[in-house]
């Protein structure tokens, strides 16, 4: 009986360390090498709308004519046309300000809630995380109705005297800062908050005690303590905001598109696959180097901390 229960406990130790990999494998793996496989394909009128693709009843012969067909071009593509390479230089720069200007609006809400009185901090959270619990499609159309021309922005502007007629808001970079800001604070602030709330009272005590002022004690504690959680809240928003279609696409002008919606274009107005999965590819390579650089941060963290 006792083999027994090692016995099972041990093929549960085993399904806990082999589900994460599994889930990573279907979910992530599986799909980004379907994805690679169409970013290296040939446009086709067919359907799919790509080739070459994989007869596996043609045995070995239809194996040699799958791999001969495939072919670098799309990636030549984007590396060559500009429209792509700024796109890409876009998204990067509105995902960076956007982080930015989180950050700055994330870390004194996420303090003020770290320094509330423990009755208040879980209302004070309640009410950050209260916007997911409508669409954000919906969000970001109240959005278009508060920024448009006759919107509440500008009636409010002018009524206070700060403009003398309504301006534009509506389709230019500062209506998608808004909504990306908007749309993203909660990915700062609770990242933020929990690197805060964890921190020791006592060392701020302990410098105000031998003559250090609040602000100093600031920077020379409270930020150095919080930096893990400000590298999170920021690639919790970069990642994501860099890749974002739907609030450029209704907030943002036409003049210059993110990748999100230069990627959806491919994928549905010219039926490019092979181009579009290319775009896919690069994006998720450019991504993983402020990831790979927050491993190699942790794992020095880790290892210093022994």
């Known amino acids: 009986m006792s083999a027994f229960g090692g016995a099972g406990k041990g093929w549960g130790a ?16 599986l799909p980004f090498l379907i994805v690679f496989k169409i970013s290296l394909s040939q446009t086709a009128i067919a359907q799919p709308p790509y080739t070459p693709v994989l007869d596996l009843a043609a045995g070995w012969e239809g194996a040699r004519a799958f791999l001969d067909g495939l072919s670098a071009d799309s990636f030549v593509l984007i590396g060559s046309d500009t429209l792509y390479i700024a796109s890409y ?9 956007s982080t930015a200007l989180l950050l700055l609006i994330g870390y004194p809400l996420a303090y003020a809630m770290a320094r509330a009185p423990a009755r208040l901090q879980a209302v004070l959270v309640m009410l950050v995380v209260l916007p997911f619990w409508t669409s954000l499609l919906i969000r970001v159309y109240a959005w278009i109705n508060i920024l448009q021309r006759d919107g509440l922005l500008n009636q409010a502007l002018v009524r206070l005297g700060i403009i003398d007629e309504p301006t534009t808001w509506l389709a230019t970079d500062a209506a998608i800062y808004v909504g990306m800001v908007y749309s993203y604070l909660p990915f700062m602030v609770l ?22 002022r609040r602000f100093k004690a600031f920077w020379a504690i409270t930020l150095p303590l ?8 920021g690639l919790l928003c970069f990642i994501p905001i860099s890749g974002e279609f739907v609030i450029p696409d209704l907030l943002g002008g036409s003049g210059q598109m993110m990748i ?7 994928f549905f107005a010219n039926k490019d696959w092979p181009v579009a999965s290319a775009i896919a590819v690069v994006l998720l390579c450019v991504l993983l180097v402020p990831i790979g650089a927050y491993e190699r941060m942790q794992v020095r963290r880790f290892e210093e901390g022994r």
């Open 191 to 212: 990242p933020l908050y929990a690197t805060l709330q964890k921190m020791d009272d006592s060392l701020l005590e302990a410098a105000a005690d031998l003559g250090c």
């Open 260 to 266: 999100g919606q230069t990627l959806w274009s491919e």
């Open 226 to 233: 919080s930096l893990p959680g400000v590298v999170a809240g």
């Open 89 to 97: 230089l876009r998204s990067l720069e509105i995902a960076a300000v």
């Open 14 to 29: 085993r399904l806990v360390v082999i589900a994460p990999y599994a889930w990573l494998f279907a979910l992530f793996l």
